[in-house]
C-alpha cells in the first residue's frame, strides 16, 4: 500500500509524529535506492520517468511514474544538483526508457 493510501485508509489520519516516521523512512530508502547511481544516470532516469508520466494513456501508469520522478528530483536536491524544468527533461527522456520509467 503506497504511503497516500494509507494517510487516509479508513479515515484514519497519520498523527503528526507518524508522518515524520513515514518522511524519514522514505528518505532512507531512497538512499539505499540510489547506491551506485551517478548524476548523469540520475538525470536520465527522471527525464524517463517525467516523459512516460506525460505521455502515459493510463492514469495508473501516470500516477506510477510521477512519483518515481518525484523521488529522482528529490535525489537530485540532496545530492544539490539543478533539476531541469519539465519542458527540458521531455526533450532529453524517452517514454518507457530505462532507467527511470515504471
Do not use: C
Not at 29 to 52: C, I, P, R
Not at 71 to 90: C, F, I, S, T
Request: net charge positive; aromatic share 6%.
Amino acid at each position: 500500500m503506497q504511503r497516500h493510501q494509507r494517510k487516509y485508509f479508513k479515515n484514519h489520519r497519520l498523527t503528526a509524529f507518524e508522518e515524520l516516521k513515514d518522511e524519514a523512512q522514505r528518505a532512507e530508502e531512497n538512499k539505499k535506492e540510489y547506491v551506485g547511481v551517478s548524476d548523469e544516470e540520475l538525470l536520465t532516469m527522471l527525464a524517463n520517468a517525467t516523459s512516460t508520466h506525460y505521455g502515459a494513456g493510463g492514469h495508473t501508469k501516470a500516477e506510477l511514474n510521477e512519483w518515481a520522478a518525484r523521488r529522482h528530483r528529490r535525489e537530485m536536491v540532496r545530492r544539490g544538483l539543478a533539476v531541469p524544468d519539465d519542458k527540458e527533461l521531455l526533450k532529453l527522456g524517452t517514454f518507457n526508457g530505462r532507467p527511470g520509467s515504471v
